[in-house]
Nanobody, 113 residues
């Protein structure tokens, strides 16, 4: 049974920062390709960032330079550090594992003045 639980979302002003976490059970975070996706109301879900088994990363053009994806192997948890947040970053953020095809329940991020 694979379970992913996101946390850390909230409301922040433009230019602010948030740190999202994805606590995993049933998989080993360090051994799987994992990713963050997001979905805004009325829009399709889109890939935000991905981290591969060797630790290399990928970022979408809209977040590159502002977001950082990482792992904490001891806690079996994946993180997304989000800096310089913009209103267009407002969405529900989901974590995903490639091997199991599992999704978390999502955490809401709202960026507004």
């Amino acid at each position: 049974q694979v379970q992913l639980v996101e946390a850390g979302g909230g409301s922040v002003q433009p230019g602010g920062s948030l740190r999202l976490s994805c606590a995993a059970s049933g998989i080993i975070v360090s051994s799987d390709v994992m990713a963050w996706y997001r979905q805004a109301p009325g829009k399709q879900r889109e890939l935000v960032a991905r981290i591969f088994r060797p630790g290399t990363t990928y970022y979408s053009g809209s977040v590159r330079g502002r977001f950082t994806i990482s792992r904490d192997n001891a806690k079996n948890t994946m993180y997304l550090q989000m800096n310089s947040l913009k209103p267009e970053d407002t969405a529900v953020y989901y974590c995903n594992t490639a091997a199991a095809g599992a999704w978390g329940q999502g955490t809401q991020v709202t960026v507004s003045s």
